[in-house]
Each structure stands twice: as C-alpha cells, then as structure tokens.
C-alpha cells in the first residue's frame, strides 16, 4: 500500500510539473490603466520577443469566470486592448496574454466604482 502512494505522489508531481512547464511565463510587461475620465480602460502588453506573436487576451474575475476574450493572430509584439470596466462589477479581476509559443503574461488588477484602483 505504501508503494502505491509513493506512486501516486511522484506521478502528481510529474503532472504538476507538466502543467507549470506548459504555460511558460513570457517576459512580456502588462498594464492596466483608466483611459481618461470614462468607464474604460486601457489594457497594454508589450512584448520584447518579435517572434512570440498574441494570439488572445482574456480577462477573468476572482471566481475564474471568464468575462472577456479578445482573439487577434498577428506578428506583434505589443498591443493595446480597449476594455469597458463599466459593466464589470467591483473586484478584482486578472487579464492573461496567450502567446503563440505557449507563453502567458498576467496581470491582476482591481476595479472599483468603473475604475481602475491600484
């Protein structure tokens, strides 16, 4: 009984490991900032690979529910992202660039009151 355990440990740790290696994180720089006195904001990511091209943004709430997916397949190494926080309600919530090459840049932000708080 006890091998089975050690089995069962060591191929959780294998999973786990997979898992990590899997979403490689890119060096990409995110930001998250109010576009000027309206109900929105700008979501920038900025990249310093020219070969590691978006492939999509999506921006999930505390729950991990998605609220916003934007798809874009271009040679681009840096791309900003109109989002209308308006509708999101207060909380904080985490936007995550998809890179082609299996990297991901995240940034967790805060809304409150139709506004980005830092």
């Known amino acids: 009984m006890k091998t089975f ?6 191929a959780l740790a294998v999973l786990g490991f ?8 890119s060096d990409a720089k995110v930001y998250v900032n109010n576009f000027h006195k ?7 990511v900025n990249s310093n690979n020219d070969n590691n091209s978006i ?4 921006v999930t709430n505390e729950a991990g529910n ?6 874009r397949v271009a040679k681009v190494k840096a791309a900003q992202y109109l989002l209308d ?3 999101l309600e ?10 082609r090459k299996g990297q991901v840049a995240t940034k967790t932000f805060i809304v409150a009151d139709g ?3 830092r």
């Open 85 to 87: 926080i308006a509708k």
């Open 90 to 99: 207060d909380g904080a919530y985490t936007v995550s660039f998809s890179f």
């Open 66 to 71: 998605t609220v916003y997916v934007s798809k």
């Open 55 to 58: 492939t999509y943004m999506e």
């Open 18 to 25: 997979a898992s990590v290696s899997a979403y490689a994180k």
């Open 5 to 10: 355990n050690t089995i069962k440990v060591a």
């Open 38 to 44: 309206n109900n929105m904001a700008v979501v920038s």
């Open 115 to 117: 506004k980005v708080v």
